[in-house]
């Protein structure tokens, strides 16, 4: 989710505790829960960009693991994210865990999220209980569990980090939307660093968001050389301003002029 906020017109499609809404603007469709706050966005010229910056973001684990087999996402939203996945990565299997019946019959009826098949299929459930059973499940995990205001604490527990952890091939990369200015975010990330062996942090290209990449195991220091010609490998692979992303991990991460740090914090 972004807390990228407009004058949206929203449109309710459900009634109940929490509304499940979409919206249109200057070509781009909106899916909100509850707020005015955008969870999802897609253009209606390209169902398969990834609009908001934050989702670019988190396709930055492709910088660190750039051939995932098998992905898992907490959190379907307008699946813009496991659109990109299906579509430009399709050696990649992906199983995305929704809590919400109305948001998952929304992402197909009005975001373009192409029915289950043997790559893709959606599951209705909760997240922390989906992670908790299923041990070495995956290789690349999302977790972008939000409702219209906040981060679900239930996706944000020490304890939900560490099943996470245990989700992961030994190998595996867990990746979180997180929200900089959440008085939290510090909190967050302190469990998150607990649970895995090393971390590093991806600001979203617009201000806000920022995409956490937590490692099973801790990586070697990479040369930003390295880095960089990856980048480009993966920008002219499947597009995305990777180059960009390299740049930014030198605003959060420890690092030298020669390499990125995965030292503790």
Same mark, same amino acid.
């Given at each position: 989710?972004?807390?990228?906020?407009?004058?949206?017109?929203?449109?309710?499609?459900?009634?109940?505790?929490?509304?499940?809404?979409?919206? =249109?603007?200057? &070509?781009v469709?909106?899916?909100?829960?509850?707020?005015?706050?955008?969870?999802?966005? $897609?253009?209606?010229?390209d169902?398969?960009?990834?609009? #908001?910056?934050?989702?670019?973001?988190?396709?930055?684990?492709?910088?660190?693991?750039?051939?995932?087999?098998?992905?898992?996402? @907490?959190?379907? %939203?307008?699946?813009? @994210?496991?659109?990109?996945?299906?579509?430009?990565?399709?050696?990649?299997?992906? @199983?995305?865990?929704?809590?919400?019946?109305?948001v998952? +019959?929304? !992402?197909?009826?009005?975001?373009?999220?192409?029915?289950?098949?043997?790559?893709?299929?959606?599951?209705f459930?909760? %997240?922390?209980?989906?992670?908790?059973?299923?041990?070495?499940?995956?290789d690349?995990?999302?977790?972008?569990?939000?409702?219209?205001?906040s981060?679900?604490?239930?996706?944000?527990?020490?304890?939900?980090?560490?099943?996470?952890?245990?989700?992961?091939?030994?190998? &595996? *990369?867990?990746?979180?939307? #997180?929200?900089?200015s959440?008085?939290?975010?510090?909190?967050?990330?302190?469990?998150?660093?607990?649970?895995?062996?090393?971390?590093?942090?991806?600001? !979203?290209?617009?201000?806000?968001?920022?995409?956490?990449f937590?490692?099973?195991?801790?990586?070697?220091? *990479?040369?930003? +050389?390295?880095?960089? !010609?990856?980048?480009?490998?993966?920008?002219?692979?499947? &597009?995305? =301003?990777?180059?960009? $992303?390299?740049?930014? #991990?030198?605003? $959060?991460?420890?690092?030298?002029?020669?390499?990125? +740090?995965?030292?503790?914090?």
């Amino acid at each position: 989710m972004s807390k990228l906020l407009g004058k949206w017109r929203p449109y309710r499609l459900l009634d109940r505790e929490t509304p499940v809404e979409v919206s =249109e603007r200057d &070509g781009v469709r909106s899916l909100h829960l509850g707020s005015s706050t955008v969870q999802s966005s $897609m253009r209606l010229a390209d169902p398969v960009e990834l609009v #908001l910056s934050y989702t670019r973001a988190m396709m930055g684990f492709l910088l660190f693991a750039p051939d995932p087999r098998h992905v898992v996402m @907490i959190g379907l %939203g307008g699946g813009s @994210i496991a659109k990109f996945i299906y579509h430009r990565l399709p050696a990649t299997r992906l @199983i995305a865990i929704e809590a919400d019946p109305r948001v998952i +019959s929304t !992402a197909r009826a009005h975001f373009h999220v192409p029915e289950d098949d043997g790559r893709f299929r959606v599951e209705f459930g909760k %997240g922390e209980q989906w992670v908790a059973r299923r041990p070495t499940a995956c290789d690349v995990l999302l977790v972008d569990g939000y409702d219209g205001s906040s981060q679900a604490e239930e996706l944000s527990t020490e304890d939900f980090y560490s099943a996470a952890r245990l989700a992961l091939e030994p190998e &595996g *990369v867990l990746v979180v939307n #997180l929200w900089s200015s959440d008085r939290r975010f510090d909190a967050y990330l302190q469990r998150i660093e607990r649970s895995f062996a090393a971390c590093v942090c991806l600001p !979203a290209e617009r201000h806000g968001n920022v995409a956490v990449f937590a490692f099973c195991r801790r990586p070697r220091d *990479v040369p930003w +050389s390295e880095l960089a !010609a990856r980048a480009r490998q993966l920008q002219a692979g499947v &597009g995305l =301003e990777f180059p960009r $992303m390299v740049e930014a #991990l030198k605003t $959060m991460n420890p690092h030298s002029d020669m390499v990125l +740090s995965f030292d503790p914090r």
